[in-house]
């Protein structure tokens, strides 16, 4: 009794930690082999993928390191633009929102400024709260005669996200895909584009049908890939739960 117990314990914490982790991060991640290239008919390969077995969204992403500024001090994050409505359906992540809306990321009518999100750790070290403007900067900027310059830009904070996993919460910030690419001077392009699937399981399984779909020149990783040593972890715990008990039957 006490072994199954403890069992059930440790599934039930790695069920928890997985399932909160991916709501954070895609099954299948997709990427382009040549790094520096990123993928520019994305839209077409967004449409492929859907059709996938298994698959229930795809959306496109442009990650960037940048450098942001607040009033209390500066930070380097990573600045992540999507498609607001195909980030909906691969990740939970804007639908934690703990302040402000997503309406300012949907459409800028008019504002001064193009809409951030930011995760609540990375906002309370920078001091800011929603409708205050965050200054950031890109070492991707822009090709001058002189060599490239560095751009900077300034965004409104919409509001301000927590997933309760440090890492996300402290580092990442969202806008439109459109004010990414903006900010990073590229135009119609996307360095990955995200896979969920209907089980977390067959993400192996999914990673190999897209790869023989899209082709060679893209990479395929799965959440299992990118989480190796997390779930090492959970199995030694699994692992040393079994012998510990196991020993105390024994006795």
Request: charged letters at 20%; a negative charge; zero cysteines.
């Amino acid at each position: 009794m006490a072994l199954i117990i403890a069992l059930a314990v440790n599934n039930g914490f790695r069920q928890t930690l997985q399932r909160n982790l991916l709501g954070a991060m895609a099954h299948v991640n997709v990427q382009s082999r040549f790094p520096g290239e990123g993928i520019e008919e994305w839209r077409g390969l967004v449409e492929r993928i859907r059709k996938e077995p298994h698959v229930t969204g795809a959306s496109p992403a442009l990650y960037a390191p940048v450098f942001l500024t607040g009033p209390l001090q500066s930070k380097g994050a990573v600045l992540k633009g999507v498609d607001v409505a195909a980030e909906l359906e691969i990740s939970e992540t804007l639908r934690n929102l703990r302040e402000g809306s997503l309406d300012a990321l949907r459409n800028r009518d008019g504002r001064d400024y193009p809409g951030i999100i930011l995760g609540r750790r990375l906002a309370e070290d920078l001091g800011m709260v929603v409708n205050s403007v965050v200054t950031i900067t890109s070492p991707q900027g822009e090709l001058t005669p002189f060599g490239p310059r560095p751009a900077i830009r300034r965004f409104r904070v919409a509001g301000v996200f927590e997933t309760g996993f440090f890492e996300v919460d402290d580092l990442w910030a969202f806008t439109s895909l459109e004010s990414a690419q903006q900010m990073l001077s590229l135009e119609n392009v996307v360095n990955q584009i995200e896979v969920k699937l209907d089980d977390l399981n067959r993400a192996p399984e999914a990673a190999q049908a897209i790869g023989a779909t899209l082709g060679e020149n893209f990479t395929i990783s799965t959440w299992m890939e990118r989480n190796r040593q997390l779930l090492n972890a959970l199995k030694m715990e699994r692992a040393v739960t079994i012998i510990t008990i196991g020993l105390i039957e024994l006795v």
